[in-house]
């Protein structure tokens, strides 16, 4: 199993831009989801999925959009960015929604410029 | 949902236990306390939970009082790779479409010296 896959791993923007962070895991996990994390600051969830075709907001989901089409991966877009979306971002799964351990992902830092 | 309360920093000595308290006193009766480590810039990694029994693993223990408004993490034998940042969480339990949110705080900052 390769686990949690993130990427790219570093990605420079300028604002307005667009783009997407992939996430997949192929460990057949129900749970998905995103948080961000921002210097001296623990991680903020911006939004998870339950399942295939399910997907809920986190406690920042502005300027971003998530999908979830297949159990194995959980994309995360941002439409227009703007530098306060600067941040490491982590993906995050678990074998249920519930319950068990989230498995994390290595991160993909983002730089809006 | 439950929040939780650490505090922002510790020391601990290299070979000796490394307690780590969190209080969650709103938690509900179907909440799991979950701890999880985060070493420098990596993504965290999960340590251990518990309802509201005490539990023990190869990496560490939790202790959970028995009113379950607050718990510990013990490492019993820090070592220097112990260093990191330790988040406990509260897991909110609800149905199936609104279950399943791990919302992380600020953490203890361990710093585990020789």
């Known amino acids: 199993n390769a686990g949690v896959t993130q990427t790219p791993k570093f990605q420079v923007l300028k604002t307005g831009q667009s783009m997407t962070l992939q996430c997949a895991q192929d460990m057949n996990h129900e749970y998905m989801s995103w948080y961000r994390q921002d210097p001296g600051m623990g991680l903020r969830l911006i939004h998870y999925?339950?399942?295939?075709?399910?997907?809920d907001q986190g406690e920042v989901p502005n300027g971003y959009n998530v999908s979830r089409s297949t159990t194995e991966d959980f994309p995360l877009r941002l439409l227009s960015a703007a530098p306060s979306q600067t941040s490491v971002y982590f993906c995050?799964?678990?074998?249920?929604?519930?319950?068990?351990?989230?498995?994390f992902g290595e991160g993909s830092r983002l730089t809006v410029l | 949902d439950a929040k939780t309360t650490q505090p922002p920093s510790m020391d601990c000595a290299e070979g000796r236990a490394a307690n780590l308290p969190c209080n969650h006193s709103t938690i509900s009766g179907n909440e799991y306390v979950y701890w999880y480590r985060q070493i420098h810039s990596q993504g965290p990694q999960y340590i251990i939970h518990g309802l509201k029994n005490n539990e023990t693993n190869e990496m560490a223990s939790l202790i959970i009082t028995e009113d379950r408004k607050s718990s510990t993490l013990i490492l019993p034998h820090a070592t220097l790779r112990d260093t990191a940042v330790y988040y406990c969480i509260v897991r909110v339990v609800g149905i199936y479409n609104q279950g399943g949110k791990l919302i992380f705080g600020q953490g203890t900052e361990l710093s585990v010296k020789p």
């Open positions: 999925s339950v399942g295939a075709g399910i997907t």
């Open positions: 995050a799964s678990s074998l249920k929604s519930n319950t068990g351990e989230l498995f």
